[in-house]
């Protein structure tokens, strides 16, 4: 299994000297890669193919938690239908793709608007990280690599990458199960959004301005909609205008361009229907909001001796500032603040332990990314093979191992794997 977010290790459970070792054997299911061990078989049974394919489901589900525990498929094979689409929309989105290959029935029950119903009606599976490589070693047409760290469940998967078309793409960025791209296909500029569970992908119009782009994509479940916004740009000599997708009418609609001359390079951060972005002509925060189409400022001024800054959305409202600190490589420090949207002013609320600090960041001029969802905060840097993750309502900070650095044109963020969020 690859590296994964790492935890105290368990004490080793008493096993009886008279009972062998259980043989593990190490499986490679289609369509999903995971290094784990395979689930001790069944015995057969009398059950219908329909209905005794949901012991393997049950198997999965379990698995990661209760090896041991012995399953009878018998009693699995009595479940009625209506039971078996609510057991199967609890299993882990990853593990689903085991039970595609079992039958033709299954692969129908997982396609089912049933199925997509309760799956939608349950929980979130909880945070994960996709980590995406542009070419593989293999050249820049060759297929691209993604994997994802469920947090929960502390195992990677690979997902399968090759239905995108070969183009030299680069992640923009994930929302309610969606992933968007953009790159060039030859000469032209290409933006793809893509749900890699249900590997259903469409390619956006080009933009009247088409030229490389910053890209931000939300999802609206509740219309049914994802949004692409291109932020203002300059290309050349010449400024672009603000643009926006919406996939209820696919096509891009042109707005007003940024009244800002100078922008932080900060990524851009999105929360409430709003894009934030650093600029310091003029000082503060430019906010887009997206219903009116229009740019505010806003005057809410850096922290003192801030050395870089990075703009972080996390729920509802909340916006985050995180950056360093600090005039001298030892006087240096990590630090988060949140945005006072009544009085505009940001305000501190937790700073990196010395620790951590100084085992994410060897080097006082080394690089640093950072990027968040739902109150969590990850920090990466390009010599480091794990993260570091913040949960600011808990307050807690914790190591991810096997978390990838921005080296070797790789990219990460959170990502939240739904097979019920269509790409509409």
């Known amino acids: 299994m690859d590296a994964a977010v790492a935890v105290p290790a368990r004490a080793a459970r008493p096993t009886s000297p008279s009972r062998p070792p259980k043989t593990i054997r190490s499986t490679k299911p289609r369509g999903l890669d995971e290094d784990t061990a395979a689930p001790p078989a069944f015995p057969k049974g009398k059950a219908s193919s329909s209905s005794a394919a949901a012991a393997p489901a049950a198997a999965l589900l379990l698995h990661h938690h209760h090896a041991d525990v012995p399953m009878d498929a018998s009693v699995w094979a009595g479940l009625p239908d209506d039971l078996l689409l609510e057991v199967l929309a609890r299993v882990p989105p990853f593990l689903l793709f085991r039970l595609r290959p079992v039958s033709r029935r299954w692969e129908a029950i997982l396609r089912d608007p049933a199925f997509l119903a309760a799956h939608a009606a349950v929980p979130s599976h909880g945070p994960c990280l996709l980590t995406f490589s542009r070419g593989g070693g293999g050249g820049a047409h060759s297929p691209p690599h993604c994997s994802v760290l469920s947090i929960p469940l502390h195992a990677r998967y690979k997902l399968p990458f090759g239905f995108l078309p070969p183009w030299d793409l680069w992640l923009v960025g994930s929302s ?207 010599n480091q093979g794990k993260g570091l993750l913040y949960d600011v309502d808990k307050k807690s900070w914790s190591w991810i191992a096997g978390c990838a650095s921005q080296l070797c044109n790789s990219q990460v963020c959170f990502y939240e794997p739904r097979f019920d969020t269509s790409i509409y």
């Not at 740019?295 to 950056?323: C, M, N, Q």
């Open 176 to 382: 309610g199960g969606l992933v968007c791209f953009s790159g060039f296909d030859g000469t032209t500029f290409r933006t793809v959004v893509c749900n890699p569970l249900t590997q259903a992908w469409r390619l956006l119009p080009d933009m009247h301005y088409n030229q490389q782009r910053q890209l931000v994509l939300t999802v609206d479940k509740s219309r049914r909609s994802f949004k692409v916004i291109a932020a203002s740009d300059v290309y050349g000599d010449k400024a672009l205008p603000t643009e926006v997708y919406d996939s209820n009418e696919n096509k891009w609609s042109v707005h007003q361009m940024m009244p800002a001359a100078n922008l932080c390079s900060s990524k851009m951060a999105f929360c409430d229907s709003r894009l934030y972005l650093e600029t310091l002509s003029p000082l503060g925060l430019m906010m887009y909001r997206v219903d009116a189409g229009r740019w505010e400022h806003i005057p809410a001024k850096f922290p003192r001796s801030l050395l870089d800054g990075y703009l972080v959305a996390g729920a509802r409202t909340r916006l985050f500032l995180v950056g360093r600190i600090g005039l001298y490589s030892t006087l240096q420090s990590m630090r988060i603040w949140e945005l006072d949207h009544g009085r505009t002013v940001w305000v501190e609320i937790s700073r990196m332990p010395p620790r951590y600090f100084r085992a994410l960041l060897r080097l006082s001029a080394e690089r640093f990314e950072c990027f968040g969802q739902d109150n969590l905060i990850c920090f990466t840097s390009w």
